[in-house]
């Protein structure tokens, strides 16, 4: 199959979505100027514009976008060619109402906003694979065509009546009978049986509590629609055009889609990442994000979108300060991403998003974004060479799960504090603030190659992800584990004992007696930090070992912290430092060393092959020691030991 590979030829690349209808034709030429002086060597053309292209049902004008294709071809500017069929045009829901998503109270989601499509409407996946046909015959074999790009953003549910019907169908698939249905739903608890097909629908707005059950079902299912439209698209475009790589962009660590299955659709795997520059830990969600795509694409990766300046959609948008775009792109770059890439190259003066900005800002060529930009496209042509095709690497692998978030998620759990895409982040936090480099895996992935895996909360675990675990340890791997985890099956029924037995047998816990979530904002005292969040009442087995206890209170004594050969559980959430270190030490006696040691804080550095990549997030400029000799990619000196960086510097050092 065709990769990114295929894509840069060992460029870097660097541009972002191109949205020119939205401009007079005299402005594109005016464009590609500004882009050429930029070093934009890629843009993204037709994400919005299927009203454009089909401006009544079955017309076509194509006359716009094939002066375009080859406007950017005669100026060496490659397209990704996205199918527009995110944003239907009005016409579609004035005349087939049914393609539009119902919410679960059944409010029809009208036109006038975008993604206002039935993932499950026959009509809408006929009229989507028809323009996708003929975007793909017509230009299958221009020479400007470098990747295909489809839809946008996939995310939209829908509660109607035809969603309900291939619900149905799913669920056929999925248990055979309705006697498989009851049983994995659990419905003999309030009087749920179901006796005929048709009562079962969609989770519907409810009076009370939702069976949870069947909401993850609902989960699941629409993550598989969204692919199904997906796979009919990818599938047109391949069979044209089979030498070209197929991608979809995804939003970043969004709960809607299951990822792993995805990627194994996709030929680049690529992602849309917006921190929030006022963040303290922008770059932290930043470096998650990344480390999740790299692991997701095992190998160089596509950072399909990100900001320039300010986003629109915050309460209050941040513009970055002078040097931040350049920071977060080459963090990207150190993280494995061949394609530094913008929603949008020129900011728009009207629609929903003319306050987010663009490559080129309502300032135009003299602004601080646009140029800021074309220094960093000179600076990432500079290096492309280099970097291109190197992998980075993580020795420690975190576990994450959508289908375990979604079961963890369900309405009657017994702490609503309790977050899972927080929990994560929090463990991701402490790794990355070690210096320590992660990959993210599924429970079920081969596991053998990590000295640690950690487990920030995997609440649901099914029979094979568990053997995977036991199998791992007894490999001789290092095994962390969050609470919450291992306690439902994959239907979501908690298992015997309130926990997994095998993984109790592995961690040591001899009996769980009951769970102590704690409030908001409060903390309980363990031996040598505090613990936030949640606490438990456990009781121990003769070879595991208290490594931290909670102090005072009911729970006094008891295992915060408890280690069996070489897995250790924890039973609450230490506070951030006390995270770090927690990990930073079982990491060592893993055998794990951080990528660099002794960096002052808000530094950070990465390995990218033989490369290093040392980046200052603070605004202080801050010494840093670089044992050896090296030279900087970026200006071409040599660095000796040390070196000096600015605020938000960066240095990539080859040895
Ligand atoms: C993304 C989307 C873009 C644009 C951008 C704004 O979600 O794909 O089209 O809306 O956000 O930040």
């Not at 959508?402 to 009657?412: D, N, P």
Request: glycine share 10%.
């Amino acid at each position: 199959m065709p990769d990114l590979g295929a894509v840069t030829n060992g460029r870097l690349l660097f541009g972002g979505d191109y949205n020119p209808e939205q401009w007079p034709e005299e402005t594109w030429h005016e464009d590609v100027r500004l882009m050429k002086d930029a070093g934009v060597n890629t843009v993204t053309l037709g994400v919005f514009s299927w009203a454009k292209l089909e401006p009544r049902p079955g017309e076509r004008d194509f006359g716009w976008l094939d002066r375009l294709m080859d406007l950017m071809h005669e100026n060496g500017i490659g397209v990704v060619l996205a199918t527009p069929t995110s944003s239907p045009p009005p016409w579609m829901g004035h005349l087939h109402p049914d393609t539009l998503p119902v919410d679960q109270d059944g409010r029809t989601e009208w036109w006038g906003g975008r993604q206002h499509f039935s993932h499950s409407s026959a009509v809408y996946r006929r009229y989507a694979a028809a323009i996708t046909e003929d975007l793909a015959a017509r230009y299958g074999g221009h020479p400007a065509l470098t990747l295909w790009h489809i839809n946008n953003e996939y995310c939209t549910y829908d509660w109607g009546p035809e969603a309900a019907a291939r619900f149905r169908d799913w669920l056929r698939d999925r248990y055979g009978t309705l006697d498989g249905l009851n049983e994995a739903w659990g419905t003999a608890f309030w009087s749920q049986g179901y006796g005929d097909w048709a009562e079962v629908h969609t989770p519907r707005h409810a009076h009370y509590l939702k069976n949870p059950a069947q909401v993850l079902d609902f989960k699941r299912f629409t993550s598989d629609m969204l692919l199904e439209c997906y796979l009919a698209e990818r599938d047109i475009v391949r069979r044209h055009t089979p030498h070209l790589p197929v991608t979809t962009n995804f939003m970043p660590l969004w709960v809607g889609q299951d990822a792993w299955r995805w990627v194994e659709e996709e030929d680049v795997v690529s992602v849309d990442l917006y921190p929030d520059p006022r963040d303290p830990l922008g770059a932290q969600s930043g470096a998650l994000v990344q480390d999740m795509t790299r692991s997701q694409a095992r190998g160089p990766w596509m950072l399909m979108e990100q900001a320039a300046g300010p986003v629109n959609w915050r309460g209050v948008n941040h513009p970055k300060p002078r040097g931040l775009n350049r920071l977060w792109s080459l963090q990207a770059v150190a993280r494995g991403a061949d394609a530094v890439c913008y929603f949008q190259w020129r900011q728009s003066r009207q629609g929903a998003e003319k306050f987010h900005s663009g490559m080129v800002s309502h300032a135009g060529e003299r602004g601080r974004t646009y140029q800021e930009v074309k220094r960093l496209g000179a600076e990432l042509a500079r290096i492309s060479g280099e970097v291109t095709g190197r992998h980075t690497v993580g020795d420690i692998a975190v576990l994450h799960d959508w289908h375990s978030w979604w079961a963890g998620s369900h309405e009657g759990r017994l702490s609503t504090q309790v977050d899972y895409a927080q929990v994560l982040t929090a463990w991701h936090r402490a790794l990355w603030e070690a210096q320590l480099a992660t990959d993210f895996a599924h429970p079920e992935h081969d596991l053998t190659a990590y000295k640690l895996v950690v487990v920030p909360q995997l609440y649901s675990l099914g029979d094979a992800a568990i053997e995977n675990l036991l199998a791992y340890v007894r490999g001789g791997g290092t095994l962390v584990s969050g609470f919450l985890t291992g306690v439902a099956d994959e239907d979501d029924r908690v298992r015997a004992g309130g926990m997994d037995s095998r993984l109790r047998e592995l961690f040591g816990i001899r009996t769980l007696h009951e769970w102590w979530p704690l409030d908001a904002g409060e903390s309980v005292e363990c031996d040598g930090f505090r613990g936030t969040l949640w606490s438990e009442e456990i009781e121990k087995d003769e070879e595991a070992t208290t490594e931290a206890a909670f102090k005072g209170g009911e729970l006094d004594g008891l295992p915060a912290v408890l280690r069996k050969g070489r897995t250790r559980y924890l039973a609450t959430l230490p506070d951030s430092g006390d995270l770090r270190a927690l990990l930073a030490g079982i990491a060592a006696e893993a055998g794990v060393r951080p990528v660099l040691n002794g960096l002052p804080a808000g530094v950070e550095a990465v390995r990218r092959g033989e490369l290093l990549f040392v980046l200052n997030h603070s605004r202080e400029s801050v010494r840093v020691e670089v044992p050896g000799t090296h030279h900087d990619l970026l200006t071409g000196a040599t660095v000796t030991d040390e070196l000096t960086l600015d605020r938000y510097g960066v240095v990539v050092l080859r040895p």
